[in-house]
């Protein structure tokens, strides 16, 4: 089984844009939101994770985009 610093150095590694301090506030992001544990987000295959990361920025763009159409 892969650690959790494996795990995200792997990740960083898939794409230049994650550094590894964005990586470990996106696992944390990724457990909190969906309310996994530390085992459940080692099994995920990397390219769901980076799946799960783009859902969660788009949500949050088009929240921010909602709250400046009401001001």
Known sequence: MLSLNNFLKEISN???A???DNM??????LCKTYGWDYFT???QPIP???AMIECIVKE????????KKKK
Do not use: D
Request: aromatic residues 16%; glycine residues 0%.
């Open 48 to 50: 769901f994770v980076f």
């Open 41 to 43: 987000l080692i099994k």
């Open 14 to 16: 898939k794409k230049e």
């Open 60 to 67: 949050k763009k088009a929240e921010q985009k909602a709250l």
């Open 24 to 29: 470990v506030m996106m696992s944390h992001v």
């Open 18 to 20: 994650f550094n590894y």
